[in-house]
């Protein structure tokens, strides 16, 4: 019998853009024995902007998904967490005690500028930032494995 993976989580404010890009990511470099899932703080509606540059990325994100909170795990089954909203740090703090989690200093895409290729061009960068982060997480992981 197959060892269980290993579960690392991610988790923002809505679960609609910085946690969604990370797990897209993570999943898509995975190393052996490792899935990521995610999380926010409060449930929001998807985004159109994140599905349209993880898509430039090569990600093809669930049309159907549906954003998820930390009351859908339980954190005895996580592994690893990392939080990528000062909202998501607070509220990962007290929830997974044991568990060894980090915060990545993400900021969040929006822009008082409405102009659609502005908007995305601020989700690209954070898109890439968010991308080198997971690398470098996956690394160590592989490192320590």
């Not at 960068?125 to 997480?137: A, C, F």
Request: aromatic content about 10%.
């Amino acid at each position: 019998m197959d060892k269980p993976a290993k579960q690392i989580l991610f988790s923002c404010t809505l679960n609609a853009i910085r946690s969604v890009m990370a797990e897209g990511f993570f999943n898509r470099i995975a190393p052996k024995g490792w899935h990521a899932t995610s999380c926010g703080v409060i449930a929001g509606p998807s985004d159109g902007f994140t599905f349209a540059v993880m898509e430039e990325a090569g990600i093809l994100l669930d049309l159907n998904r549906q954003s998820k909170l930390f009351t859908d795990y339980n954190a005895d089954n996580i592994d690893f967490a990392v939080s990528l909203s000062v909202e998501a740090q607070f509220h990962l703090a007290s929830w997974v005690m044991n568990v060894p989690h980090e915060h990545w200093k993400i900021k969040e895409p929006f822009s008082a500028d409405e102009n659609r290729e502005v908007q995305l061009s601020n989700y690209r960068i954070i898109r890439d930032e968010i991308s080198t982060q997971v690398g470098e997480l996956v690394a160590r992981i592989t490192d320590n494995t």
